[in-house]
């Protein structure tokens, strides 16, 4: 009895060890493949050239752009997943920016956030100019105590 236990556990400790060794080298196989095709067609997102973009074959439209705050632009377009690319228009000095027709959605709301941005930025006053005006306030209110001391008026 003890030796039929022995040799039916081998048995299985051997057919498992068979059937483990040919899923790990299948895993193996499908793996590399997928990383052949990969490394043959590679899916680009985010920014990228024209051509990878036309490249995959998804359709592409275009809007125009002026080139004061691209960088910014490239960030909501980052935080949206648009997948795009600028081309420079260097006789009118504007960006081309190209995108997936398919994104149209996406490119609109990464537009009208980025359109938000730049106009919230161009009301704001900078902290420069503030931090200057509140300066020369401060000298001159300094002037005024200095002159009322010198009357014989009452300290402010």
Do not use: C
């Not at 080298?25 to 985010?46: E, F, V």
């Not at 420069?128 to 020369?136: I, P």
Request: net charge positive; glycine share 8%; aromatic share 8%.
């Amino acid at each position: 009895m003890q030796d039929e236990v022995r040799d039916k556990s081998v048995a299985l400790a051997i057919k498992v060890g068979k059937t483990g060794g040919k899923l790990t080298a299948d895993l193996l196989k499908w793996a590399m493949r997928r990383y052949l095709d990969r490394s043959r067609n590679p899916i680009h997102h985010g920014k990228q050239s024209v051509k990878q973009l036309v490249r995959q074959g998804a359709g592409v439209q275009n809007i125009e752009i002026t080139g004061q705050n691209i960088k910014s632009f490239e960030r909501v377009a980052r935080k949206y997943g648009v997948d795009f690319a600028l081309k420079k228009d260097p006789s009118q000095g504007k960006y081309l920016v190209f995108f997936k027709a398919r994104d149209a959605d996406a490119i609109t709301a990464a537009f009208s956030e980025y359109a938000g941005k730049t106009v919230t930025r161009s009301k704001k006053p900078s902290v420069r100019s503030q931090l200057a005006e509140f300066k020369e306030m401060v000298k001159n209110m300094v002037q005024e105590k200095a002159k009322d001391r010198q009357r014989g008026g009452v300290e402010l």
